[in-house]
């Protein structure tokens, strides 16, 4: 794999979040942004976490979860290898305005330690009654949980989706800022 661009990618999160904050209603009123990456599918090469993932990072880094504060910190949730990929943007400097820094959050080969990661995410997503967490309802996996098979119930983004719902987080649809942003 090839090293990431680090001042593109903080360039393009700096545009993102920037118009984040500044179009709030355009985000569905979200407090914090959840970009879940679920597991590669080739049926569906043009999934608009793909395409973000293009954009940001150059690659499609399937099985990760990407949260973007409003006080513009952003945490990833992935692998070790993709996390190894990421880590020359951590110590990055200078961040463009907007984005304080970014933190990066190993998967665990055993599911269950994983859940560690997730309460730190819920944290950091708020903890407030009002919270809403902005998501892409549309490639949303844990909506589906009816027709899941066990496959789709080992991937992070499920798992993730899941542990929202379990701790009475809101989820928006933020489909439509993204396209205009």
Not at 11 to 18: S, Y
Not at 72 to 77: R, S
């Amino acid at each position: 794999m090839a090293e990431l661009n680090a001042p593109r990618f903080y360039e393009r999160l700096g545009k993102i979040h920037a118009h984040f904050v500044k179009h709030r209603a355009l985000w569905g009123g979200a407090s914090c942004l959840s970009f879940n990456r679920g597991q590669h599918d080739e049926s569906q090469p043009y999934l608009k976490s793909s395409i973000l993932h293009q954009y940001l990072f150059g690659y499609e880094l399937p099985d990760t979860i990407l949260l973007l504060t409003e006080d513009g910190m952003c945490y990833i949730f992935a692998t070790k290898k993709k996390c190894d990929f990421l880590e020359p943007a951590v110590n990055y400097t200078p961040l463009p305005e907007g984005i304080t820094g970014l933190k990066l959050l190993r998967k665990s080969k055993n599911g269950s330690d994983n859940q560690e990661q997730f309460n730190i995410l819920l944290k950091v997503a708020g903890e407030a009654a009002d919270v809403k967490v902005g998501i892409l309802i549309k490639e949303s996996t844990y909506k589906k949980k009816e027709d899941s098979d066990s496959s789709m119930k080992q991937d992070i983004t499920y798992s993730w989706e899941e542990a929202m719902d379990a701790h009475k987080r809101e989820v928006v649809d933020v489909a439509g800022g993204l396209s205009l942003a």
